[in-house]
């Protein structure tokens, strides 16, 4: 990428960044004077994911699983910062772009100001593994499975990285750990088998 254009890109990003923390300031004053607003809503969210995970396992229909998973992912992407939903569209549109240092700068700043949101680690997660940064993309899906060990993406991540650098094993546990979530997720399915038989065979 010519200098120039880097450098331009930089300047739009620090004057967008600027216009995002002004916000999340704003945000954060406005949750500290009302918490106890907060702490329902937040409650009701999780029980809602709970209901849908408990729907996602229970559920033996590919196509129905498949809807059931989407639900679960617009509940995650729910930041409830309006700044912070920013950053992420912007992250988003840069990756489309494959400028995937521009996606970094943007999601750096989401997880720094929200640590607590787990679609800005995976996020960035998906960045590091497309940049080959497997060890860096490691890191934040540990950060993902913290906040949300039901992560089924972050833990497809972990094992597309698992394989790729040579541990089969672990990479069948993580994605029958995917399938123990989401039991009919086709991909996860043909991996299991797929690494089932290699391992078979390497034993022999």
């Known amino acids: 990428m010519p200098e120039h254009r880097l450098s331009g890109m930089r300047s739009v990003f620090a004057f967008f960044i600027g216009i ?7 945000a954060a004053n406005a949750q500290s004077a009302t918490p106890r607003h907060d702490q329902p809503r937040a409650a009701k969210a999780e029980s809602r994911l709970d209901s849908l995970f408990t729907e996602l396992k229970r559920e033996r229909n590919e196509k129905a699983a498949e809807r059931v ?3 679960i992912q617009e509940q995650w992407e729910k930041s409830g910062s309006a700044s912070i ?17 521009v996606a970094l700068d943007f999601l750096d700043q989401v ?8 679609e ?31 992560h089924f993406g972050a833990l497809a991540g972990m094992a597309e ?12 546990e993580a994605w029958q750990r995917v399938l123990d979530v989401y039991p009919m997720l086709r ?5 299991v088998a797929t690494l089932s038989e290699e391992l078979a065979g390497e034993a022999i």
């Open 20 to 26: 995002a923390l002004i916000g999340a300031c704003n």
């Open 69 to 71: 998973a989407a639900r």
């Open 85 to 101: 939903d920013l950053m992420m569209q912007w992250s988003k549109k840069a990756m489309e772009a494959e400028k995937f240092d």
């Open 111 to 118: 997880v720094t100001l929200a640590p607590d949101y787990a």
């Open 120 to 150: 800005g680690w995976d996020r960035r997660a998906t960045v590091h593994f497309l940049m080959g940064n497997y060890g860096k993309s490691m890191s934040d899906i540990e950060h993902v499975l913290v906040l949300e060990p039901r």
């Open 161 to 172: 990285i698992m394989e790729k650098t040579g541990r089969k094993q672990l990479a069948l």
């Open 187 to 191: 991909s996860a399915q043909d991996k």
